[in-house]
């Protein structure tokens, strides 16, 4: 049942004399409160009925209405239903009506007690009508025009209004009605309004005080609204700033540094620090740091970490640790460093909250707060901490992605100039040694009659540079091979005499006999050398090759001398030193790279792929040692190093049963040296 007709204006008509006024929903909502206050102060059972727009509205009060009811039985609540909100007289006396009723723009309480009355009665403003989803939202601007007063007269003209409502939509609430009519004197007699007169200088004291106990406790919460508003504000401006520090830069420092100083001066702290860290570490070196009072600074200070139970928590929990006062916390008491640190640095209250990214512990974030007096860390400086610490590990991550990237784009670079050189080398090196096979086999092929002697020069030739060949192919596998970890390294205990006796033989064997002469090769070696721990064949390898090329860039008139010592008692270095043409000092890293060439790969005078020496770097750290070359410049000569580890348990060892060649050599070096502990053995 429906009935358009609104409340308000029935009172209108049957009070010409009353005058309206506009409240806005929370001056409604405030005396509302108060009213309902009043009744559950009392001790009198009053009359109370209240109308609610919507059943939703009734239910944020409905825990209110159900105490009021144990107060009195005359309770009557008129809502327009929404889910299950109906007819009902349960704990109170519940009227459903239409969403389309006149009720449903309407507000009413009213309050009826032998000695007091107050009446409530508001339609929401025409014109000022706001959506459904505002009124859930229970937008406090909303407007609505009515009567709020004490007047007797005026409360019972209202409820008897409002109770020929209930009447019409619960006909079997008659004689309840009637009862409370009887009873609260709501008909419309002359006795009636006389009783009504003697209500008129009713004392407000009580509802007023109940109304200023509301509006004092509105006020708390808007006090708090505001402060935690303020604190909202003041963490999204401090994230903000840092989250532009990281765009304009990607420099760590940059980032931590505005980090560390928005931070301490948000929280006012003594002390803010922002430092690199892994759960490992040992210490950490202070860099970041934030001065609020006159303290002392941790700049370049050395931060222990294993030795703090404070990061050790950190570690095993991923999560911050507070302290208020360490002079009663048993985790710092208990540590006789930590409490010197305490002491030395005036530390009264300790916050360390981790800087992650992926589970993985970056960095920290310390707050120190120093004087005689503790600090208690509240929620939302903790919570703002953490939002701090996950952008700065955030950032940090940047920087370091951003700075992977460059040295990638370098790389990239580099295997682009690689290409090119191999395109080169390859074009080179390749082209040339087939185009002269070619030549040399039409020749043989176009050309039956040839003599023997000039046949003999053709079929070398080809066999010259199907060598050339193979050579370029095997040293490009080598190097694959060594440089993608697929290489088994067979370590094991080796005389150093007898690897460099075979690679001299492999390099003379190699040497064309009608080239010209190899320089004058001389063996600097003592015998009592330790065993050294490597791969025999490798270790050739690497011998051969320093060996080939320091004779190819030495004429046939100099010297190339092979020395070895011992560096301590873990490693032993080998030198190949030449008389040839040098190395600028700028090179003398560049000659290790793939398919360096001095010359150019276009136009040098000497044969070789330029990957002899990236080879034998890549052998040489392959088990652990290092090498280099030394040069005085163009014409000084050149001297390669490189260290071998030695065999354990084996310092003091004499190399074992040398080679013939060994010997032949070494008793032809003791004649013309008159050394039997180092030998200077010309063997070429």
């Known amino acids: 049942m429906s009935i358009p007709t609104s409340v308000l204006e029935e009172l209108l008509h049957a009070l010409p004399l009353l005058r309206t006024q506009i409240y806005f929903k929370s001056s409604l909502t405030a005396l509302s409160h108060a009213m309902e206050d009043q009744v559950l102060a009392g001790a009198d059972r ?114 008897r209004l409002l109770l020929e409502r209930v009447r019409v939509y619960r ?46 406790a509105g006020q708390h919460k808007l006090v708090k609204t505001y402060r935690s508003i303020a604190a909202q504000e003041r963490r999204e401006r401090l994230v903000n700033s840092i989250t532009t520090a990281i765009r304009q830069s990607l420099n760590p420092a940059d980032i931590f540094q505005v980090a560390v100083r928005e931070l301490g001066g948000a929280l006012d702290v003594c002390r803010c620090l922002i430092y690199r860290c892994k759960a490992t570490d040992q210490e950490a070196a202070i ?33 911050r640790v507070a302290v208020e006062n360490i002079r009663t916390d048993s985790r710092i008491t208990g540590s006789k460093r930590l409490m010197t640190l305490v002491q030395e640095w005036e530390i009264q209250s300790w916050l360390m909250v981790p800087v992650l990214y992926q589970n993985q512990l970056v960095g920290m974030v310390e707050l120190h707060h120093c004087g005689c007096e503790y600090r208690e860390w509240d929620a939302e400086e903790l919570t703002m901490v953490e939002a701090i610490a996950t952008q700065v590990g955030v950032a940090t991550l940047q920087a370091e992605a951003y700075a992977n990237l460059g040295d990638l784009n370098e790389q990239l670079a580099a295997l682009d100039r690689t290409r090119s050189n191999l395109i080169a080398i390859t074009g080179h090196e390749l082209r040339t040694p087939l185009s002269t096979i070619q030549v040399c086999l039409e020749s043989l092929a176009s050309d039956p009659d040839m003599p023997p002697e000039l046949r003999q020069v053709m079929l070398s030739t080809a066999l010259d540079d199907a060598e050339r060949m193979r050579t370029l192919v095997q ?210």
Request: net charge negative; aromatic share 8%.
């Open 171 to 216: 006909p079997e609430l008659e004689e309840k009605i009637e009862r409370a009519i009887a009873t609260y004197r709501l008909s419309e007699s002359d006795k009636a309004l006389e009783a009504a007169a003697r209500f008129q200088d009713v004392d407000p004291g009580p509802f007023v005080q109940r109304l200023v106990t509301y509006l004092q």
């Open 287 to 319: 860099a970041y740091e934030f001065l609020g009072r006159s303290v002392k600074s941790l700049t370049g200070e050395v931060w222990p970490l294993q030795e703090n139970p404070l990061f050790q928590e950190v570690v095993a929990s991923g999560e």
């Open 475 to 684: 040293d490009f596998l080598t190097l694959s091979r060594l440089e993608s970890g697929r290489v088994e390294w067979n370590t094991e205990a080796l005389p150093l005499h007898e690897c460099l006796s075979l690679a001299i033989s492999s390099v003379r064997t190699r040497t064309n006999p009608e080239a010209a002469a190899l320089p004058t090769l001389i063996l600097e070696v003592p015998e009592d050398l330790p065993l050294v721990r490597a791969d025999g064949e490798w270790l050739v390898e690497v011998l051969s090759k320093l060996i080939d090329n320091a004779c190819k860039f030495t004429p046939s008139g100099g010297k190339v001398t092979i020395l070895a010592q011992t560096r301590g008692d873990r490693e032993l270095e080998v030198k190949v030193a030449d008389t040839g043409r040098g190395i600028s000092r700028d090179r003398l890293e560049t000659v290790f790279d793939r398919f360096y060439q001095e010359e150019g790969a276009l136009r040098r005078s000497t044969g070789g792929t330029g990957l002899g020496l990236a080879i034998c770097r890549q052998i040489v750290t392959g088990w652990g040692g290092q090498i280099w070359a030394k040069s005085g410049g163009k014409d000084c000569g050149s001297q390669f190093h490189f260290t071998i580890p030695i065999a354990p348990d084996s310092a003091s060892e004499v190399t074992p049963n040398p080679s013939p060649r060994s010997k032949s050599k070494s008793s032809k070096g003791d004649r013309s040296s008159g050394s039997s502990r180092n030998r200077r053995t010309p063997i070429g």
């Open 46 to 159: 009053a009359l109370v009925i209240a109308c609610f727009q919507r059943e939703r509205f009734y239910r944020q009060e409905a825990h209110r209405y159900r105490r009021i009811s144990n107060k009195t039985d005359q309770v009557y609540v008129l809502a327009a239903p929404e889910t299950e909100f109906q007819n009902s007289s349960q704990i109170q006396e519940a009227i459903a009506f239409e969403p389309d009723d006149g009720l449903a723009k309407e507000w009413h309480l009213v309050v009826l007690a032998p000695n007091y009355s107050t009446c409530l009665v508001c339609r929401e403003k025409e014109g000022a009508v706001v959506k459904p989803s505002e009124l859930q939202s229970m937008d406090q601007s909303r407007r609505f025009e009515g009567i709020w007063t004490f007047d007797r007269q005026v409360s019972s003209t209202v409820a």
